[in-house]
């Protein structure tokens, strides 16, 4: 296959499966059922709200809708990249909102521009570059979390652990993770449905364009979760999981393709994964560790998925 075939293929798929707002390759009427459905709230102790802040201009903000009800507990804090480097930053909301319902502060970069809360629009203009991100986002994203930790006036102020800091993201999204990995202020990545290219392409997307070098930059615990050998992305993926050595890494595939759970209630099963390796490498949770390692994992246990790790001999906390 050419390789301009593989890049439409993967911004083709990407599009496809979650921009509810774009009739690519779907059915206009299903296209317009994923639009109207309602967001989850999340199935964590928080349930969670999206929103737009006059004072993080271009991102999404997902958080618990009550902030008061977190007691002691404090927000960790995931950026994310957008499936297509999309500027819809409602593209994964099913997902997202999953992660802050269990006490995760996530910021999308874009805007509202599907489901609740997106605006009318006017059919597209197929002769247009449709905007996207940039992997800047993701790094502006942890700095303005950091500087509202630190503001009196703001709702945030002293609710954030500035030591619970993730990066992660879908496709074009995981690869603008690649691009923000050596911030020292990351403590681990999630990477859904993604992986460098294994052969240098010119792509339309310039945040898309890095080579395997960028993996030295990984500093942090990782973990690849991939949509099983139909996944577009896989054989990227997975290569990149071979080629990490020097810190902690896992990939989990589930046979789903590219577009993973992400439109399945609560984000389905690949939003559950992502919450237990978040609450491991940024909370010490133990029960949520024992879901990777051991023999007997959870994941392990669980038909739909299989798991391979290079933890050299990482234990539970």
């Not at 890049?7 to 707002?21: K, N, R, Y």
């Not at 992986?195 to 615990?221: C, R, S, W, Y």
Request: hydrophobic share 40%.
């Amino acid at each position: 296959m050419a390789k301009s075939q593989i890049l439409t293929l993967i911004i083709t798929s990407t599009l496809s499966a979650i921009l509810p707002g774009l009739a690519l390759a779907q059915p206009a009427d299903v296209m317009q059922e994923l639009n109207r459905r309602s967001d989850n709230p999340g199935t964590g102790f928080y349930p969670a709200i999206k929103e737009e802040d006059a004072s993080l201009p271009d991102q999404v903000i997902y958080r618990p809708r009550d902030l008061d009800a977190l007691g002691d507990l404090k927000l960790g804090v995931v950026a994310w990249g957008n499936g297509g480097c999309s500027f819809d930053g409602a593209s994964s909301r099913f997902h997202l909102l999953e992660l802050a319902s269990h006490g995760y502060l996530v910021i999308a970069g874009g805007r509202i521009l599907s489901g609740p809360g997106a605006p009318d629009r006017e059919p597209a203009d197929e002769s247009e570059q449709p905007a996207r991100t940039s992997y800047q986002s993701l790094r502006q994203a942890i700095d303005w979390a950091m500087a509202e930790n630190q503001r009196p006036e703001s709702p945030y102020f002293g609710r954030i652990d500035p030591d619970q800091v993730a990066l992660s993201g879908f496709s074009c999204g995981g690869v603008q993770v690649n691009q923000v990995a050596a911030d020292p202020r990351v403590k681990t990545l999630v990477m859904h449905n993604t992986g460098i290219f294994n052969e240098a392409a010119p792509v339309a997307i310039p945040d898309m364009n890095i080579g395997k070098e960028a993996l030295a930059d990984i500093h942090t615990p990782v973990i690849y979760i991939l949509g099983g050998e139909t996944d577009i992305a896989y054989a990227n993926g997975m290569d990149d999981y071979k080629r990490i050595n020097h810190v902690p890494v896992a990939v989990a595939n589930i046979d789903k393709g590219h577009g993973g759970t992400f439109m399945q209630e609560n984000g389905g099963s690949a939003a559950q994964v992502a919450v237990h390796w978040l609450d491991w490498q940024l909370r010490g949770d133990r029960q949520a560790a024992l879901y990777f390692i051991g023999s007997d994992c959870g994941l392990c246990r669980d038909n739909n998925w299989t798991l391979e790790r290079k933890f050299s001999g990482v234990v539970a906390p």
